[in-house]
């Protein structure tokens, strides 16, 4: 590490991964039990932060975007699930430092290879003697809220026949008899008496009916994206403190 890094300081930090990508939040930090010194953080991951994962702090810089450690996202995604109760044993601390390739520190005379802090004496500045036996760590649960994309139902467009009726005024022409008389003078060829007839063929027009199909209208279908708000609720619990004392006198803070 560029310098000494405080655990008040690395506390609900961001972490960032060699290739920029967050990984999470420090949830805790661990001290190595030989140098007092940050040794291990935890991330919290998943959905809503339920999860944590360790995360070794060997070469890691802090920056004003958070912590920048020298382990990818996946690699912390697959390490070991290892619960995160104040101390990692030997074991722990090995299997841990198996997975993401690094040196194994070799262990005080009592076993312990690190152990961890919180909002505590020990994250005020390191000033004082950490005393596990004094000290306890309340915890809370808070609703940490976001959006996922979901389906909620179809819209489809089609198209259906109907049958409609229609009138048009059609202008029409027909032809009509008529009966012109000339008079004839004297003279002018031979008259007889008798019966005669001639026919005269008439026409008329009449409205000739024929359908064509011509596009008239295009319609298309397309989404546009609204936003609203929505209020949600949850149950969280939380702890609280609660100090007695020899005349069973209960105060709680």
Known sequence: MARTMQPQELIDSAVVDPDGNKIGKVGNVYLADATHQPEW???KTGLFG?????????GARTDKDGIHV???KDSVSEAPRIDADGHLSPEE????YQHYGLPVPRTSPDGRTGGRTDRGPA???????R?????MTRSEERLNVGTEQVETGHVRLRKYVVTEEQQVTVPVRHEEVRVEREPITRGEGRAEIGEAEQ???LHAE?????KETVPVERARLRTETVSDEQTVSGKVRKEQFEVTDDDRKHRRS
């Open 199 to 201: 026919d005269v063929v």
């Open 93 to 96: 601390s090995t299997q841990l």
């Open 70 to 72: 020298q382990v990818d």
């Open 41 to 43: 953080i935890t991330v």
């Open 123 to 129: 994250a005020m500045g390191g000033r004082g003697k």
């Open 50 to 58: 339920t999860k944590e994962s360790f995360v070794p702090l060997s």
């Open 131 to 135: 005393d596990d036996r004094a000290s």
């Open 206 to 210: 009449k409205p000739v009916v024929r």
